[in-house]
């Protein structure tokens, strides 16, 4: 058995293959092409080919398949073979340059929001030097840009390597100030924490609502869940032991940097965390983690679910974005030092990142919205839909500081006193951990919290990138001019604290009394839901912004605005109408079922006529037929709610309707049967309970 070292990357296409299969000259080129995006020769593409499938084809790769992330939020693949006939009637394993750079998948069957038309199917994927071919199962997986015959971005990752350009084009130009001319290119740097869930696969198919929407439509609370906080952090069950073992194998094989993995705060939770890199890699990473995650899970019986609110009542899972700044030279450029106070290069991108997610709170909400995290926002360690900072003690005084214009007392660093003398002593850090922001610095990076565990990391990160680049560019397009750049860089930074300390907030973001003052007093964003949140990606501010710094052209927005909404919608419609099957076909039958074996017990105590009371079966007879009855009337204004939402004009429209009328039909359905659930037997119910859920794996 191989060691980790040795099984790292071992199906990776990296850096040491690359220096081991490919001429100097070709290497040297092809390492401009990545590092500072020198144009590709289509020679070093041919030669990058061959060695490829040399390689491929040694660790028994058979085909090859340009892997790209469309707007579905998954990733797509057509594999093609190696094989070339050879005139002897054998064959030739071969690939080429051509082959390699682009590749012409339909863009018609591809969600597109207008840009193609069914008739339109002519498409693009383009090879992406920066992120390392690797091999899975038998193919070896190009990752690749995608987009229209048109030019138009159909993928997520097209946008995401703009917003990195944008972003790096105007930090060099701030470092260019402070004179850094040996930095030749910036770069965000990604590592996104993932939680997830795990339940036996048994259960799984007996639950048609998590077949078909990948989270329970019903079921009522267990009489233990998460309360007794025992779960998080806790010791792994062997099973789960197994599993994370096995996943760490396959992930650390194609080269991704699995790094922490412990129980979650919810029964059947767990998180994987990895050390973080370059952000369009680690976007690629995650969905191969996603995927890898639930294919593993199938080998040991069980099934990872991803969606962020599977279980009512308990933790969602989310997706922790840590973004950071760096530089080629590795300065990262979010790293206060040891005096904040006086690092005016921290505190100028510091102040482009305040900026930023102030000026595009809208935005960075937008990134997150999707129909699963609108059930997680808001509670249970998820943060709220106010998007808000925070930054700690020790930066918040330094902020007050500069904007007063007074003395800053550096703080001395406090030794924490755990009052054992054989326990190491150590110092406090100068920031606390606040799980209830969106987006709280810790210590040399910010962490977004609001991602759905589901959601592509791409979308957050082009929103964050691009509007921190605009706040750059703003800063640079005064620096440049100044006469005293000193005197000029000093007043920025004050006026940024000031014009934009209403998103810094350090305290309980679950508080009512702060959503009132976020709002009422702050004039902070509050969209609580995706059709609240969607349609501002086309306010004007956005789309100037956006299209300025060429992420995406007017059309693309048009687009993802198009594909969000109507993805909301098709998913709460799937749930919608997998509740009306499951209430109808099952539950009301299971409790008219178990109503009838009551009134049979019934009926034998009468014919006995032993004078043995049966006033329990009674009770529950009536009750259970009342919320029967009541389950009839509510399915059926369900199905109603459902027929009229073809009357909305628009997708807009639609998503508004859904949102005021048929997520209010779904929770009332739910509340009639989860509480005939608690009254039925157990033998009677044909779903299996919470408790069989969470508490499942062994």
């Not at 130009?173 to 993932?194: A, M, N, Y």
């Not at 990606?537 to 909404?565: G, P, Q, Y």
Request: charged share 25%; hydrophobic share 35%; aromatic share 8%.
């Amino acid at each position: 058995m191989k060691s980790v070292p040795e099984s790292f990357a071992s199906m990776v296409f990296d850096d040491r293959v690359m220096k081991a299969t490919l001429s100097a000259e070709v290497y040297s080129s092809l390492r401009k092409t990545i590092d500072e995006g020198a144009k590709l020769d289509i020679s070093v593409a041919n030669s990058v080919a061959t060695a490829m499938k040399d390689w491929a084809v040694s660790k028994g790769a058979t085909h090859y398949t340009h892997w790209f992330q469309p707007l579905t939020g998954i990733t797509a693949e057509k594999h093609d073979s190696f094989i070339s006939p050879s005139p002897d009637g054998g064959v030739i394993m071969e690939f080429s340059g051509k082959e390699l750079i682009k590749g012409e998948p339909d863009a018609s069957s591809f969600p597109s929001g207008g840009l193609r038309a069914t008739f339109e199917a002519r498409g693009y994927t383009a090879w992406d030097p920066t992120s390392y071919a690797f091999i899975k199962g038998k193919t070896l997986c190009i990752p690749t840009a995608f987009c229209s015959y048109g030019s138009e971005a159909l993928d997520k990752k097209t946008p995401l390597l703009r917003s990195m350009e944008a972003l790096n084009v105007q930090a060099l130009r701030i470092l260019r100030l402070f004179g850094h001319d040996d930095v030749k290119c910036v770069r965000t740097s990604v590592g996104p924490e993932q939680e997830y869930f795990l339940i036996t696969k048994e259960m799984y198919d007996k639950r048609p609502d998590l077949r078909f929407t990948g989270r329970t439509l019903f079921g009522s609370k267990p009489p233990k869940g998460q309360e007794m906080d025992d779960h998080y952090f806790g010791v792994i069950k062997p099973k789960v032991e197994e599993y994370m073992e096995d996943l760490n194998a396959e992930l650390w094989k194609l080269g991704i940097l699995a790094k922490t993995e412990h129980n979650e705060v919810a029964p059947a939770q767990h998180e994987l965390a990895p050390i973080y890199t370059t952000t369009n890699i680690a976007t690629d990473h995650n969905q191969l983690t996603m995927e890898i995650m639930q294919k593993v899970a199938a080998r040991h019986g069980l099934v990872c679910l991803l969606h962020e609110k599977p279980f009512a009542g308990v933790n969602g899972s989310g997706k922790h974005n840590n973004w950071s700044i760096s530089t080629d030279t590795g300065i990262n450029l979010l790293s206060p030092g040891e005096t904040p106070y006086d690092n005016a290069q921290f505190l100028i991108f510091l102040c482009a990142v305040i900026k930023a997610v102030d000026d595009y709170q809208d935005l960075l909400r937008i990134a997150v919205a999707t129909a699963g995290n609108d059930h997680r926002l808001g509670a249970n360690e998820a943060p709220p839909a106010v998007v808000s900072m925070f930054l700690g003690d020790e930066l918040n005084a330094v902020l007050e500081a500069i904007e007063t214009d007074t003395p800053y007392k550096n703080s001395e660093k406090t030794q924490l006193k755990l009052g054992v003398d054989v326990l190491p002593k150590f110092n406090r850090d100068t920031t606390d951990r606040n799980r209830t922001s969106p987006f709280a610095f810790t210590g040399n990076k910010f962490e977004f919290r609001m991602l759905g565990s589901a959601n592509s990391i791409a979308c957050t990160n082009i929103m964050l990138n691009s509007a921190v680049a605009e706040s750059l560019k703003i800063y640079a397009d005064r620096l440049e001019q100044a006469d005293d750049f000193k005197a000029k860089l000093h007043e920025m930074i004050r006026k940024t604290i000031k014009d934009h300390k209403r998103i810094i907030f350090n305290g309980n973001g679950y508080d009512d009394a702060w959503i009132k003052e976020a709002t009422e007093k702050r004039g902070l964003l509050n969209y609580r839901t995706t059709p609240d949140a969607i349609p501002h990606l086309l306010d004007k501010k956005n789309v100037e912004m956006l299209t300025s710094h060429k992420v995406f052209t007017e059309a693309e927005l048009h687009s993802r605005h198009e594909i969000t909404l109507e993805n909301y919608c098709k998913t709460v419609v799937i749930e919608a109408n997998t509740m009306v099957t499951m209430a109808k076909t099952e539950i009301s039958p299971a409790i008219a079922k178990y109503t009838s074996k009551l009134a049979d017990a019934v009926n034998s105590k009468k014919a006995a006529d032993s004078g043995i009371s049966y006033g329990y079966e009674t009770s529950v007879i009536k009750k259970l037929s009342m919320l029967n009855d009541g389950i009839s009337i509510k399915t059926s204004e369900l199905e109603d709610a459902l027929i009229k939402l073809q009357d909305a004009e628009d997708i807009e429209q639609e998503g508004y309707a859904i949102r005021d009328n048929l997520l209010t039909k779904m929770s009332e359905l739910r509340t009639l049967c989860d509480q005939a659930e608690t009254m039925t037997a157990k033998e009677y119910w044909p779903y299996p309970s919470y408790g069989d859920l969470l508490f499942g794996v062994k």
